[in-house]
């Protein structure tokens, strides 16, 4: 079995694009990717396409558009996690011996006329009866409060610490720093999470381009080695209530540290799944980043910052950059890609060798099984 | 890399299930599988889901019915191939040497209160100007009949011994025999595709278990081999005309064949897409099984019966047996599985030893790409 490297990567801006089709974002960010790296096109073997509501043969819409059909097209989704698998897809593809070179494209585009967020399930009680995404996710805010003392305050620094991150990311969707007291003081969407502590509903692009070992070192001379790679299904609430963790990150991590050989204390550099704030918080415990009760003192203490024990979402993540949910767990790629090359700019993480991508999806009620993808790249 | 073996397979009746949700038909036929093959659901280590209109996270939903979440679950849309897609995905997972044993789902309800077809996409003028699908079918057979004298004879016996068949197969859709003079008086869809040209639409599941080489021999002792899983992606119209025959299905059978090591004529049962009567006739002159414009001559001297050079859809095909979308491919493996078994009863090939499954999906407009998969399947 070849390793697999990550060659190239791009990702459009994230944020409200009026103008642009979703079909046309993803081939931006696929000539994006191409262009940069200098890899001919006639390379790509295969591609997988994640994303979510796009709508039938979306690889095939995405890469028409610049002439590269012929090659086999995979559609994923995994709701939130639908980038994450596309990026699977591609591993395993070479893995199998059957490519040398393949891409891997989310996309979402989100924002529409008039606004309004994702679909609710017609035959699901939970969410027709107000168990949407920001209640679920406000019920797990309180339960961690009641339980190990996590402050408001807390959770709005998870925001200001993205938000301050993106500022150094032109991609971003939010592009204003925000206070403690601006978080607090926005309006409350589900109790205890205001408007700032939630992602915003964005459209956006991401590629990446990966390669067998062999083809790898010939495509570049910095290749990301692809450490892990690992997706698993599960309940939202395994046990029929409320969590204060997310048994999916959980297990998913500890599988992906396995196989990369790496500890929670070894990765310089996670993209986190940070719909919400809370979020956040209940993900540096799930991952190892902390002890399970700890994620709050965690980003008081400035741990997860740039600088700290482990840069979380330098990108700006979810809730700063923005949340195209197909595009998302391939742009998580794209950005570690960049750190570990050095390639990040003004939100580099100095030294970074490590990365994890971590993304989970579905299940917003309790009886939804969902997905959870975590990558760890190294150099 | 390992070879890859196809150990259980099932599938539910296709036809109008009005009383079962389509995450109960996918389990039942997961469950068949398990039961018919004794393998133990906890055997399992990796899922494709394929579907083309089931909403998010689809195969979680299903296997949840089950307790069998917890594996990676993979959704995966390829339009008339997301079945094949499915299947694919299950086999590069096992020759990556990432799991031994694979679950492929395919399933889908298209039967709805009131009736009606597929969604017309929005901004696709040729569909919404009346290139949908039987339209885009009828230019086809217009123009095989202009340039090769094919007759509406002649495609009318394609849905009359795909008919025949069906009559053997418990399964199907369609469970009444007819006569050219039936087809030929039934009523006009899109000249010259009069309603019994085309295939019903349906509700159905099927489901396909598969194993490397090693773990396949301790599951049964008739495992069926994977010979070649082939995708391709292009255009349904690559000249950007009318074409009299399908350029995906030509280039997917020629990698196939050369994969598998076979040649056309050693094909003994060949499960075809055929969706309309006359893309069955054109799809024998694309997979080889005779020459470009001999395709009416071909059903017309019986060369695609059952005891014919090669017995082309025995289980009743799309026209007979029904098209549930994502069920199809899954569904074409199953009915490969028990023919080169020896198990398809009264509708059995005899002495089949290579059987070909052939889908081709999406791309009705000119401007349209989609998606062909064919696997070969030998013993």
């Not at 390793?3 to 979703?22: C, I, K, L, N």
């Not at 699977?88 to 008039?114: D, F, S």
Request: proline residues 5%; contains cysteine; negative net charge.
């Amino acid at each position: 079995m070849t390793g697999v490297y990550v060659v190239a990567a791009s990702m459009t801006d994230f944020g409200p694009q009026p103008e642009t089709g979703v079909h046309d974002l993803a081939f931006d960010a696929v000539w994006q990717a191409l262009e940069s790296s200098g890899i001919p096109p006639d390379l790509l073997e295969l591609a997988y396409a994640g994303h979510a509501y796009q709508g039938p043969c979306f690889g095939q819409k995405v890469l028409m558009k610049g002439g590269l059909t012929g090659m086999p097209i995979l559609n994923v989704e995994n709701a939130c996690a639908s980038g994450a698998s596309a990026v699977m897809g591609v591993i395993h593809a070479i893995q199998a011996g059957q490519i040398e070179v393949g891409l891997a494209i989310g996309a979402e585009k989100l924002t529409r006329p008039g606004g309004g967020f994702l679909p609710i399930v017609a035959d699901d009680l939970d969410s027709s009866m107000g168990r949407v995404m920001p209640a679920a996710f406000a019920m797990q805010a309180r339960l961690h409060m009641e339980r190990y003392g996590t402050t408001a305050e807390q959770m709005a620094m998870v925001t200001v610490k993205n938000r301050a991150n993106a500022m150094k990311n032109p991609r971003c969707h939010m592009k204003k720093e925000v206070t403690i007291q601006d978080v607090l003081a926005s309006p409350m969407i589900a109790d205890p999470l205001n408007r700032l502590a939630c992602c915003p509903n964005s459209d956006g692009a991401a590629a990446v381009i990966l390669a067998s070992e062999t083809v790898a070192r010939r495509l570049t001379n910095r290749p990301v080695k692809i450490a892990a790679s690992v997706l698993v299904s599960g309940l939202r609430t395994p046990h029929g209530i409320v969590d204060d963790h997310s048994e999916m990150s959980v297990r998913a991590s500890r599988i992906a540290y396995e196989k990369a050989g790496v500890a929670p204390g070894d990765v310089d550099v996670c993209e986190m799944h940070d719909p919400f704030n809370i979020a956040e918080i209940i993900h540096y415990e799930d991952l190892g980043f902390c002890a399970p009760g700890e994620g709050g003192r965690f980003v008081e203490d400035g741990r997860s910052a740039i600088g700290g024990d482990v840069a979380v979402s330098p990108s700006g993540g979810l809730l700063a950059k923005g949340h195209p949910l197909g595009a998302t767990g391939v742009a998580q790629i794209a950005e570690l890609f960049w750190q570990l090359r050095g390639e990040a700019g003004a939100y580099q993480v100095e030294g970074a060798r490590v990365g994890l991508a971590h993304t989970v999806g579905g299940g917003v009620s309790q009886l939804e099984a969902g997905a959870c993808g975590v990558h760890i790249l190294t150099v």
